[in-house]
């Protein structure tokens, strides 16, 4: 007689839909096991006997199915203690019901018995009837097997041993619900929660495809980076970002490419800076990464780095602070300094330097605001960036000498020309009698004239001032006017020597100097292009008309206005103002901006469907200049409207004809047509009285050495 009792495993989870070839079932001693079907219809089993094996553990384990050395999956291996009831008549066995599971005479697997131990069948002995399922939402797999257990020496309430099924297929940190029980009466429940292990896991790291990451190879060209993707398994999706790497973090405006295998990825070498970073994951949960940072000790990376870097100073408080702003983070020092002439040297105070941190403001806590000061931004022992803050309206005056006082000894100095000059060896212009303003200046520190750069409280033991010279200079320059003077008239005596010279210098004075220029009241704007042979011709296009008297203002150019508000705010602003005011706009025209004029054209017809720009043999193929067509996009609509004073003037070497879209102004060529283009800058009846000639000469030498440079 057989004990039959029906045990029914049931795993949530994601698992595989069919059985597996590869499933496989044992158990320990004293038991014997065999699997009757790895795919059979779960929900289905009808109720056992009072009595049968019972569910004494349930244990999952993580494990792995492999079909190669490297092609494993993940799955999870279930382990069950087995037991007798505790009312078990271990002396009157009974016979297995019929269940309607195969049996051994029914099953392809008949007589494949697992025994352990030397138990046999002529034994007292329990059988027991188990099934193991597995659902998910997208599918069910369910395996039937049969453990047989000897009577013998079996204690009621007691382990009989283990039984190990492996195993149910599941993803990568896929969670499985898992609950036995069996169809005995009064039969007993477990359930457990089991996670599959990710990529985490060190097994997994080797064996599983999804968790093997690819390897990143990358080759720099002249144009272009090639990011290659090697390693990647086919079929499998993975993720290649690039991103900036920084001490706050990555930055958020990476970008990111999936494929599904090998693959190479294209990036401009102009966006190549030394913390370009790139990792690639497999699209697994909680995936191993591959990173790489194959610019950080690039040369070129690190100078696009600086020149796409930017320094900028806050004069709002009281103290003054900076902002170094860069796609980077950048192992520099930030370094006020004091530069009395600009673009000239600048003196460091000493004490003062600190690191650069991040890229928000950094505070000089301390430091008041003056027009001699600046900050240097210093990497690799050089200085990198600078900026100053001469233009802003702040206290103080730009020839104010630095003096320097030790707390303690109250001794002064001048700092000047990288070292600290005591006042009895300070002479402010460099000559003269050393120590000779040693009282004056303090006397001005002592009576409060002095503006004072830097807090006593700041803890480095110095304080800075900042004392006036103005006062003292202008008493040196009179001294200086009088000897001129003198000169002067020394000069004069002797040529009262020789009034025939005499006649000769005066005439010569009054012709040249005594007059003014026909143009002086005038404004004009010169647009050009950003080209050396255009920049040329305007440099000698401006000095000769400037000898006329005509005030000249030349873009792309405008100095500290363009710093401050940008090429092209400024060129707009410039424009407006000479339409206001009645000024002179001159195009002047080489072969960068006729290529801008065509491009401009070109756009402006497709824009309003007045047909097709020019093609390609029509255009020139000097790279047009943006700020030129900046300056087109105001100019054609204001003489379309016959809006302010226009002239075209074009370098006949260069150009020969003027481009359609500027046909309605006047146009010169120069320096053939010098004349007519100075009568058209002077307007009708301001050369009556005046000959041209000798300012048309100037005019056309000037461009004829700048064209032929």
């Known amino acids: 007689m057989h004990v039959l009792g029906l045990l029914l495993l049931l795993l949530l989870g994601t698992v595989g839909g069919h059985g597996a070839p590869h499933d496989t079932l044992s158990c320990s001693q004293g038991l014997a096991c065999r699997l009757l079907d790895t795919d059979v219809l779960c929900g289905m089993e009808p109720p056992g006997p009072g009595h049968g094996l019972a569910l004494a553990q349930l244990g999952l384990e993580p494990a792995l199915r492999c079909t190669g050395p490297a092609a494993c999956s993940p799955c999870l291996a279930v382990r069950l203690r087995l037991a007798l009831p505790p009312r078990t008549n271990t002396s009157q066995p009974r016979r297995p019901a019929s269940s309607g599971v195969p049996g051994p005479e029914d099953s392809d697997e008949a007589g494949r018995w697992s025994l352990v131990d030397g138990a046999t069948s002529s034994q007292h002995n329990v059988t027991g009837l188990l099934l193991l399922s597995g659902h998910t939402y997208a599918s069910s797999r369910c395996v039937a097997m049969e453990v047989w257990a000897p009577l013998a020496r079996a204690v009621p309430g007691q382990p009989l041993g283990w039984v190990t099924f492996r195993c149910f297929e599941a993803p990568l940190g896929s969670e499985l619900h898992v609950a036995v029980?069996?169809?005995?009466?009064?039969?007993?429940?477990?359930?457990?929660?089991?996670?599959?292990?990710?990529?985490?896991?060190?097994?997994?790291?080797?064996?599983?495809p999804q968790c093997?990451?690819?390897?990143?190879?990358?080759?720099?060209?002249?144009?272009?980076?090639?990011?290659?993707?090697?390693?990647?398994?086919?079929?499998?999706?993975?993720?290649?970002?690039?991103?900036?790497?920084?001490?706050?973090?990555?930055?958020?405006?990476?970008?990111?490419?999936?494929?599904?295998?090998?693959?190479?990825?294209?990036?401009?070498?102009?966006?190549?800076?030394?913390?370009?970073?790139?990792?690639?994951?497999?699209?697994?949960q909680d995936p191993p990464r591959a990173t790489l940072c194959p610019f950080s000790h690039d040369a070129e990376a690190w100078e696009r780095l600086w020149?796409?870097?930017?320094?900028?100073?806050?004069?709002?408080?009281?103290?003054?602070?900076?902002s170094l702003s860069a796609p980077c983070d950048l192992p520099a020092e930030l370094?006020?300094?004091?530069?009395?002439?600009?673009?000239?040297?600048?003196?460091?105070?000493?004490?003062l330097r600190q690191p650069a941190l991040g890229q928000g403001p950094q505070e000089f806590e301390g430091l008041r605001l003056h027009p001699n000061l600046c900050v240097q931004v210093w990497s690799s022992g050089q200085v990198r960036l600078i900026q100053c803050l001469r233009d802003r309206a702040l206290p103080g005056h730009t020839d104010d000498v630095l003096l320097l006082e030790h707390r303690g000894n109250a001794s002064l100095c001048a700092l000047e020309q990288g070292t600290c000059t005591p006042l009895a060896s300070f002479t402010s212009t460099g000559a003269g009698h050393p120590g000779l303003l040693e009282q004056e200046l303090r006397r001005d520190v002592a009576a409060g004239q002095c503006r004072q750069v830097w807090h006593p409280e700041n803890g480095t033991g110095i304080m800075l001032w900042a004392c006036p010279l103005h006062k003292y200079l202008r008493a040196h320059w009179v001294l200086a006017w009088m000897g001129v003077l003198l000169g002067a008239a020394c000069i004069l005596l002797l040529l009262l020597l020789?009034?025939?010279?005499?006649?000769?210098?005066?005439?010569?004075?009054?012709?040249?100097?005594?007059?003014?220029?026909?143009?002086?009241?005038?404004?004009?704007?010169?647009?050009?292009?950003?080209?050396?042979?255009?920049?040329?011709?305007?440099?000698?296009?401006?000095?000769?008309?400037?000898?006329?008297?005509?005030?000249?203002?030349?873009?792309?150019?405008?100095?500290?206005?363009?710093?401050?508000?940008?090429?092209?705010?400024?060129?707009?602003?410039?424009?407006?103002?000479?339409?206001?005011?009645?000024?002179?706009?001159?195009?002047?025209l080489s072969p960068a901006a006729v290529a801008a004029a065509c491009r401009w054209d070109a756009g402006a017809r497709a824009v309003l469907g007045a047909g097709h720009g020019p093609g390609p043999d029509d255009v020139p193929t000097t790279a047009p200049c943006e700020v030129f067509a900046a300056?087109?996009?105001?100019?054609?609509?204001?003489?379309?409207?016959?809006?302010?004073?226009?002239?075209?003037?074009?370098?006949?070497?260069?150009?020969?004809?003027?481009?359609?879209v500027l046909q309605a102004a006047p146009a010169f060529a120069l320096p053939s047509k010098t004349g007519g283009f100075l009568r058209a800058l002077a307007g009708p009846g301001r050369w009556q009285g005046w000959c041209p000639e000798p300012y048309v000469a100037v005019v056309a030498e000037g461009l004829q050495r700048a064209v032929g440079e």
């Open 498 to 588: 020789k009034k025939e010279d005499l006649k000769d210098w005066l005439k010569s004075l009054r012709a040249d100097y005594g007059s003014e220029g026909p143009l002086r009241g005038q404004r004009a704007l010169l647009v050009h292009a950003a080209e050396p042979v255009a920049e040329r011709a305007a440099c000698a296009l401006m000095a000769a008309l400037r000898l006329l008297g005509l005030a000249v203002v030349a873009a792309p150019g405008g100095g500290s206005g363009v710093a401050a508000w940008g090429p092209l705010p400024w060129l707009h602003a410039q424009h407006r103002r000479a339409l206001r005011d009645g000024d002179t706009v001159i195009l002047l």
């Open 335 to 351: 370094v006020p300094c004091w530069q009395p002439v600009p673009e000239g040297p600048c003196q460091a105070l000493p004490g």
């Open 212 to 284: 093997q990451v690819p390897r990143l190879q990358v080759s720099p060209g002249p144009k272009e980076v090639v990011v290659e993707v090697q390693g990647a398994a086919a079929g499998h999706s993975y993720t290649l970002r690039l991103y900036h790497n920084q001490s706050h973090g990555a930055s958020a405006s990476g970008r990111a490419v999936t494929t599904s295998g090998p693959m190479n990825y294209s990036l401009p070498a102009d966006e190549v800076l030394p913390c370009l970073c790139m990792q690639v994951w497999p699209e697994t």
């Open 631 to 660: 300056a087109l996009s105001c100019a054609v609509p204001a003489l379309a409207a016959g809006n302010g004073r226009y002239v075209v003037v074009r370098l006949e070497a260069l150009v020969p004809a003027v481009p359609p």
């Open 307 to 322: 020149a796409c870097s930017r320094l900028v100073l806050h004069a709002s408080g009281q103290a003054l602070t900076c």
């Open 181 to 208: 029980y069996t169809n005995s009466h009064g039969r007993r429940r477990l359930s457990q929660r089991q996670r599959v292990p990710d990529c985490s896991w060190p097994a997994a790291q080797a064996a599983v």
